[in-house]
């Protein structure tokens, strides 16, 4: 799966979980998406694991707060 | 899959329920998967459900999957959360249609014995069950067995009215150490692991919740060719089709299933013949031809079929899950009849197995008793009707059957029966109040208050208890709110010796006051109204809500004598 791919999966799960009904734009970011809380976030970590098939650490948990570092982390696990 | 299902464009639209046939190899996987589950379009669905959650640990991750199950019901959920509270203060407020009970018992499993923390839970659901009239859904944190043990057995007595108390060892012993993440504590709030949210938002959401808010699903009808085996009887002949480990195992589920009370039901465009030499052959099925209760084997139309089901079994087409490989009879028994549950056969009778046991209304809390007679006194009732076409006089029938009714006074341990009673759609709810388990309880309390419920026996079967009367004595007269009778009970002219002893065992020195009977018109209650109309006689008034009954319907009648009356006071007040 290339870097594009990734990127596009990642904006559509983001776009699912945020119940934004299209996938979200590559620039978003947590702090500029108030429905993307905490517990949100849960959600996003568990639906990207079953997508892509990977596992998080606690670690990366708490760093991807935006589509640019999701797909970074998921491309170097992939 | 997906395609497959889709209705012809005219019904496209009409009926939601086969848009969701497609979801089912997402819903009922062995292990669902989150992002399937978060695809699914679950569009508008017409209730919300008020759900109110007591945790001490994040219950988000589990609520977020919940909705495409619920969406099996047309339901959605609107959640009130507690703040994280070990203690169970109740505190939180707001509107609530079921209390869930969320705790991670390890906090607790580190302060006190199993058999304290037991107690304590159980004095914590008697404080709530005091608060509210609710159902009560204690999942029960299965990480500890002594602990989970411990707890099932407290609550084991059913003195909670209205209170599921939800298993979770299967799903712990299907994930192992899968069952919680320990990474997500400090995240979430809780440890439980996404595999495990998933698997318990489905127990919640398609058995517990509607087994907590609607009756239980009364039968399974189920065509034959790629649906109980693989392969087509009429090409294939009897010894040619296939009963695959996967068909056997869902097969002994179906026997399970009729064991556990629901009937069976046969819906098959074949000849009968046919039909019965394949039963008759195939010594391997687990699923004998005896096993259903109705049977429709003949070329007519599966909606017609279906209504016949009904007809015979007596229950409303709502009461009816019907099982079928063929989208195209799917979608024009949807049509034909729109409040009929819908089950898609799959090709993976594994799968079609989960469907069954997670199709909502499917699951009973344990208490199978009464379902267990209802389906046995169905089989008697053929020759019931027998001895009706040979009796020369009512008294004749009643002598031959041997009729014993038993009235039972405020029967706390029936408290699940008569709520069942309650809650039917069927024919004979005189007012159609629908008394939750806790309601019910706290009429026991009231002194004036009485709630009769009505046992009935023959030479031929044990009905069980069959009917319930709740009254109420007030200034100028005793009060019936409300009368219900199983459909199984009707039919053999009983009803005016079962009310009127019901009465004679609530108040035995009558009152000195007048009698009124409370009603209310509904789609299927016709039959009580006619009822209530003829006892009332001239008093009748059809949009009148209380209606008087004079007093000489109470007195003794002849054929009162040929029956095998008994009362019990059991008094659970």
Known sequence: MDRNAIQEAVCEVLGVALEQGRPVAPACCREEQPAWDSLKHIEVIFALEDRFKVRFSEADMQQMDSVGKITQRVSELL | MRGELIPPADTKGLDPQLERLEWQPVLFAEQPRRWELMKLPLGRRSRTLHLRVHRNHGFESTASVMAPFLALCNWQAELVYSDYDDSLSFGVEGPAEVEIIWLDYSRHVARTSATEFAAWLRQRMQALRQLTDCPIILVNWPENPVYSNAVQEAFQDHAIPGLIVGRLE?????????????????????????????????????????????????AIAMDLDNTLFAGVLGEDGPEGVLLTPEHRSLQEYIVELRRGGLFLALVSRNEERDVRELFARRSDFPLRWEDFSAKQVHWQSKAESLRQVAQVLRIGMDAILYLDDNPGELASVAMAHPDLRLAHASGDALLTRRVLEYSPGMWSRGDAGADALRVKDLDADQERRQIVSQAASQADYLRSLQVSLVFELNHRAALGRIHELSQKTNQFNLALKRFNEAEIERRYAFPDSRVVTIRLADRLSDSGIIGALFAREEAEAVVVEELCISCRALGRGLEDVMVAKALETAWPNWPGKGLVFEQATGPRNAPARHWLQRVAGDAWEASANRIPVPLNFLHNRPE????DIKTERIDGS
């Open chain 2, 170 to 218: 299967d799903i712990r012993g299907r994930l192992g150490e899968r069952f919680l993440d320990e990474r997500m504590l400090g995240a979430s709030g809780s440890r439980l692991s996404d595999a495990a949210s998933i698997l318990i938002a489905r127990e919640l959401a398609c058995r517990w919740i509607p087994a907590a808010l609607a009756p239980r699903l009364k």
């Open chain 2, 560 to 563: 009162y004598a040929l029956l």
